[in-house]
């Protein structure tokens, strides 16, 4: 992980005094009564830009952390900023090992004394994963706000800037303490459970279907509705502490004359959980079921989820999982579920405490 770290601010009214403090060779003081905000950069548009490739238009995960804040110096009137390139990819190359490598850091940067909220950029493709995936296994109640944007840094009209001033003003306000890693991009904030990627190009492409938002931030203003109840954060069973890696746990997406094929694969490789993305309430055809079965049959956790971006997927409705030995993921999209079951599986391999954490988180 690189760590190379820099320091942004203070404000342009303080830059004279510290230019006189510093001449004089005084420790560097200026700044100090601002909220101290970290930067992790991962990537993704927000540090993207139009590409060289022949073919290929765009790339994200170009410009670094420290490009980024050269880009909104109004950021020096509302925080001491330091950043922190953990890797710097299109988030559709996520995956667990940087999720862990993240969490884990964002874990002892949290714990500094020095530091009184934290930004995470990144691609807006798997955020909302990167999003539930941390506000599961980092115990912290400071502000974790992540933030992405729409169109690259280079565009006409690039939403990053603001979305990043926004992210930096909510890091360092007190009301966003104890709601765990919160969400923003134009102009709306969003809880990590709730937040869906629903459109591919529109600025405004998150929602929360289920719950509903967070709040809303404008100019750095930010509006907070009701905290969230359910367990995550502090309160969650959770951690990344002694992990090395996580359960594979894969998702089968289901449509009309989805065959068992790709569920026996992936029994036969054995990996420890399927989501199934069902349609309607989590349903598929007869032989996707009786694959599923046969899965169950063989050690494998089976989750319905939905391919629907919002509903509830719940127990024993048109599927009979008291029978089945499944487990239905209640408001859970198919990638969040992943999530949760991989974590899940992590402490037990019961199927009566998988469920309950589905009904608890
Ligand atoms: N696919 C890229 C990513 O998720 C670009 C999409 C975005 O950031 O908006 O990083």
Redesign the pocket.
């Known amino acids: 992980m690189e760590q190379r770290m820099k320091t942004f601010g203070p404000g342009r009214t303080n830059t004279l005094l510290i230019c006189f403090l510093l001449a004089a060779g005084a420790p560097r003081v200026a700044g100090a009564s601002l909220p101290r905000i970290r930067i992790l950069a991962t990537?993704?548009?927000?540090a993207?830009a139009q590409s060289q490739v022949a073919g290929a238009r765009?790339k994200?995960?170009v410009l670094s952390a420290e490009d980024l804040i050269a880009s909104v110096p109004q950021l020096r009137e509302i925080a001491t900023v330091t950043t922190e390139q953990i890797c710097n990819?299109?988030?559709?190359t996520?995956n667990n090992q940087i999720w862990l490598k993240l969490a884990k850091r964002l874990a002892e940067v949290l714990k500094d004394a020095n530091i009184d909220g934290v930004v995470i950029t990144?691609?807006?493709?798997?955020?909302e994963e990167t999003a539930y995936f941390l506000d599961l296994v980092v115990k912290s109640d400071k502000p974790i706000v992540m933030v992405?944007?729409?169109r690259p840094a280079s565009s006409m009209s690039a939403d990053g800037p603001m979305n990043i001033y926004n992210a930096v003003a909510l890091a360092a306000n007190p009301e966003a303490r104890s709601r765990g890693v919160l969400v923003v991009l134009s102009n709306e904030i969003h809880y990590a459970r709730e937040v869906e990627k629903t459109n591919t190009t529109r600025m405004d492409?998150f929602e929360s279907p289920n719950r509903g938002r967070a709040g809303v931030i404008n100019d750095g203003e930010a509006l907070l509705f009701a905290r969230p109840d359910l367990k995550h954060g502090l309160r969650s069973e959770f951690s990344v502490n002694s992990l090395a890696e996580l359960p594979s746990v894969e998702i089968v997406y289901s449509y009309a004359n989805f065959g068992r094929d790709m569920i026996d694969f992936l029994a036969q490789k054995k990996v420890k959980g399927i989501i199934l993305a069902g349609v309607g309430d989590g349903h598929t055809t007869e032989e996707a079921m009786a694959g599923l079965r046969d899965a169950v049959a063989q050690g494998v956790v089976v989750v319905r989820s939905t391919r629907v971006h919002s509903g509830v997927t719940r127990r024993n409705i048109e599927v009979n999982d008291d029978e089945m030995g499944s487990i239905a993921s209640e408001e859970l999209t198919p990638q969040k579920a992943r999530i949760l079951l991989m974590l899940g599986l992590t402490k037990t391999s019961s199927v009566k405490a998988l469920q309950r954490y589905f009904f608890e988180y």
Do not use: E, N, R, V
Not at 43 to 46: D, F, L, M, P, V
Not at 122 to 127: E, F, P, S, V
């Open positions: 990537g993704g548009t927000i993207g765009f994200s995960g990819i299109g988030s559709q996520m990144h691609g807006t493709d798997t955020m992405g944007a729409m492409a």
